[in-house]
């Protein structure tokens, strides 16, 4: 959540690690930490004798998280510690995983590595902390215990070192204490502040209609200067009901009034969080509910939630609209009203990941399983066993294990009524021969099958196979092939498979799964043929990623003639010259928006799959938005025929998808682009100007290490607001040149604009 009231413009410049996993913060409606980012920033940028460690600690919904986020990303501190590194402990979390994270910020993490034992690990990382300054991030450390296993990793007598934790718990910090410094503890907000937050929640600004201020100052006052209550609650008056009726005010700030009583904060915080969830519209309950399948701390991957939604039938099907534009909806809903959290976008704006504060994901879980509903469990192995105990399954409906999953499923568990059975451990976990079937024995009813860390070897169990139910299935498996068998899995709307093979056979009949709306691999999927009795098969396809170009044919396309998302993974140059498949068969795609193109020739020399051309514009769906091409090796002077696709708005050129010295942008193109990411490339001259892409909002270069100059035209863009980096010192200098113009820009026309300046590896002279 946010909690202050930041500037409306920004220029900055910030420096990233390799993606660190960090909350986003949202720049507005941050009150209250300016004096708590002042102290910490002091801490961490004093100079000490040894390793320092900070401890933020606090109830939860105080903010400790987003107060370390802010820290993490402050001008100051990303200029002090080029190395800065986030981790997410919780409540389950492993040292391995926690050393794996912190080592890939440093060097790439083979499998060789993650077979490494925890002391191995431990030292590893400790050898690449020991010299230079770093920040490392520990977000959420439950107990002394878990501090106990983490710190052997961290290099006590390197005095550049700084390591920041949060925690609920004063005793863990404390024991993290290494120069006697008093632990941190975060203040609750004034009742000022309270109200200035409240205000920004609901209006988006400190003004308030007269009549509203007596009840919302009550209900910011019975808030305690919780700023998740706050944010809760405001979250109740802008969704639920007109940000400007007095008597939903005075509703709200009567009921809030009986929370008053009680004593202990966190309980008045369920009661609060409860106000909410009954607030919520009918529809909208279940779908919060079932966020409580994922773990603490957990990115929840939009696509993935919005699936599982449609799969448990939680969505209504309305007139003119998919399931899965409805779905999305639903979710911008819950976070309209504060109950979810974005945490990463896409390209083209839309939520990429979500999370949930531990609070309302507690909440979700303990109203979940009332004797009431029974709608869902979260298994945890304890001393004494399993709780809840194995003989209880059977009264839930959905069950969700995140550790100890080997040892649950070869308990045999038996749930006659579980509908949904999902395991997101962050180890996997192979099922020996006798366990095989214990799943599909042991859930017959089941709709949704999310248990991708599971490996079921080189064999799915006949078992499997009589799930009709099923609706969403992720697996994983040791197999070049997905059995015939799956068509008989005729319900089956997604189907999403992992496997360590390069290419996979469909051998099931997805032509005949009248409901299969999505089918996902990480190989490359060769499709079965269609036979002539499968009229109706295929139209509801709206996702194959990725396939072979030997299954880009005309009958394919004729059949799937409704998709919206596309991946081709294969020689590409075979596709393109006709040999394989058919590329102009795409133009038939009226509905496609997403294409991805990956050229992979394995086992020959890149270079024999270099691409010579690319199709004409026309040869393309009419409709396309989003493109990626990889590993294409095309020449610059190919990049016109892009630029003439006139609903292309993202555009992304990975891993050497256009080589060569020189990139002269032609005119006349790329009049819709919005988003253009290049890299790795050996580029060198990069010519262009303002017009040559008019709606450019975002420009990402990655691995552009010979790249002498941003061209500094693109600082006319009107449109341009973000810019991020990782190239040469001259590539930056350009960059900085073109942040200094759009300001001087703003300046003159007095117009609020936001431009971002992102370079990695920092430089001194920012």
Not at 498 to 503: A, F, L
Not at 536 to 554: A, F
Not at 602 to 621: D, I, K, T, V
Not at 661 to 681: C, M, N, S, Y
Request: glycine residues 4%.
């Amino acid at each position: 959540m946010s909690y202050l009231a930041d500037a409306i413009i920004s220029w900055y410049i910030t420096f990233p690690q390799t993606a660190p996993v960090v909350p986003l913060v949202r720049q507005r409606n941050l009150v209250g930490l300016e004096d708590e980012t002042k102290t910490i920033i002091g801490y961490l940028t004093a100079e000490t004798e040894q390793l320092d460690v900070i401890s933020i600690v606090g109830m939860p919904g105080l903010g400790k998280t987003t107060l370390a986020g802010k820290i993490f990303r402050d001008p100051a501190i990303v200029y002090r510690f080029h190395t800065r590194i986030w981790v997410y402990i919780s409540q389950e979390f492993t040292r391995k995983d926690v050393f794996l994270a912190i080592l890939k910020e440093f060097t790439k993490v083979t499998e060789e590595t993650k077979t490494k034992s925890d002391h191995e690990l431990a030292m590893l990382v400790a050898a690449k902390l020991d010299e230079g300054r770093f920040l490392i991030v520990m977000d959420d450390v439950w107990a002394v215990e878990d501090w106990d296993k983490l710190k052997i990793a961290l290099p006590h007598t390197n005095s550049m070192g700084k390591v920041l934790i949060t925690s609920r718990h004063e005793e863990v910090a404390k024991r993290a204490n290494m120069i006697n410094r008093l632990p941190h503890k975060l203040r609750f907000l004034t009742h000022a502040e309270s109200w200035l937050l409240l205000r920004l929640e609901v209006f988006g600004k400190p003004a308030c209609p007269p009549e509203l201020e007596d009840h919302g100052k009550l209900i910011a006052k019975d808030c305690n200067g919780l700023p998740l209550a706050i944010v809760v609650i405001g979250g109740i008056l802008v969704k639920k009901f007109s940000a400007s009726n007095e008597t939903t005010w005075k509703k709200v700030s009567e009921s809030m009034n009986r929370y008053v009583i009680e004593k202990d904060p966190e309980r008045r915080m369920e009661k609060i969080i409860a106000l909410s969830y009954d607030k919520l519209p009918y529809h909208l309950r279940a779908c919060y509910l079932y966020l409580g399948m994922f773990p603490e701390d957990f990115q929840i991957p939009a696509w993935k939630l919005i699936r599982m939604w449609i799969a448990e039938g939680f969505i209504q099907q309305n007139i003119g609209v998919s399931l899965e534009e409805t779905a999305e909806g639903y979710l911008e809903d819950l976070i309209s009203r504060n109950l979810v959290r974005v945490d990463k976008v896409k390209s083209d704006g839309k939520i990429k990941t979500c999370r949930i504060h531990d609070m309302l994901r507690d909440f979700c879980i303990n109203e979940a399983r009332n004797e009431k509903e029974n709608f869902l469990q979260e298994i945890k192995k304890t001393n004494e066993g399993f709780a809840p105990p194995i003989s209880q399954i059977e009264k839930y409906r959905r069950l969700c294990i995140h550790s100890n999953v080997l040892s649950f499923i070869s308990s045999k568990p038996y749930g006659h009524r579980v509908r949904s059975f999902v395991c997101f451990s962050k180890e996997d976990v192979i099922l020996p021969a006798d366990c095989i079937s214990n799943i599909p024995t042991s859930f017959k009813l089941l709709r949704v099958l999310d248990v991708k860390p599971i490996i079921f070897g080189k064999s799915i169990p006949s078992d499997m196979y009589q799930l009709l139910h099923l609706r969403y299935i992720v697996l994983s498996f040791n197999l070049s092939v997905v059995p015939a068998h799956f068509s008989k899995l005729w319900n089956l709307q997604t189907l999403i498979v992992d496997t360590p093979s390069r290419k996979i056979a469909i051998k099931a009949d997805i032509w005949n799964m009248l409901h299969l709306r999505h089918l996902k691999t990480n190989a490359s999927a060769s499709l079965p043929k269609r036979d002539n009795n499968s009229d109706k098969g295929g139209q509801k396809l709206q996702t194959l990623d990725t396939i072979s170009p030997e299954s880009c044919s005309e009958q394919v396309f004729d059949t799937a003639c409704n998709l919206k998302k596309l991946g081709i993974r294969g020689p590409l140059a075979s596709l393109i010259d006709g040999k394989i498949g058919s590329f102009g068969s795409l133009r038939k795609l009226d509905h496609l928006e997403n294409l991805k193109l990956l050229n992979d020739v394995f086992s020959r020399p890149a270079s024999e799959g270099q691409l010579r051309y690319l199709p004409q514009p026309y040869e393309f769906p009419p409709k396309l938005k989003s493109l990626t091409l990889s590993d294409t090796s095309l020449d610059w002077s190919h990049m016109s025929i892009l630029g003439l696709l006139e609903k292309l708005i993202v555009l992304k050129l990975k891993d050497n998808a256009f080589m060569g010295k020189t990139w002269k942008t032609a005119d006349g193109g790329f009049r819709h682009l919005e988003v253009l990411h290049i890299g790795p490339t050996n580029l060198v001259v990069w010519k262009a100007s303002g017009h040559h892409f008019p709606k450019l909002r975002r420009l990402e270069l990655y691995n552009c290490e010979e790249l002498i100059q941003v061209p500094i035209g693109l600082a006319d863009i009107q449109s341009l607001q973000f810019l991020e980096l990782n190239c040469s010192n001259f590539a930056a200098a350009s960059a900085k040149e073109i942040r200094n113009i759009k300001k001087k820009q703003q300046e003159q026309t007095m117009q609020v604009s936001i431009f971002k300046l992102s370079v990695f590896p920092p430089h001194d002279e920012y």
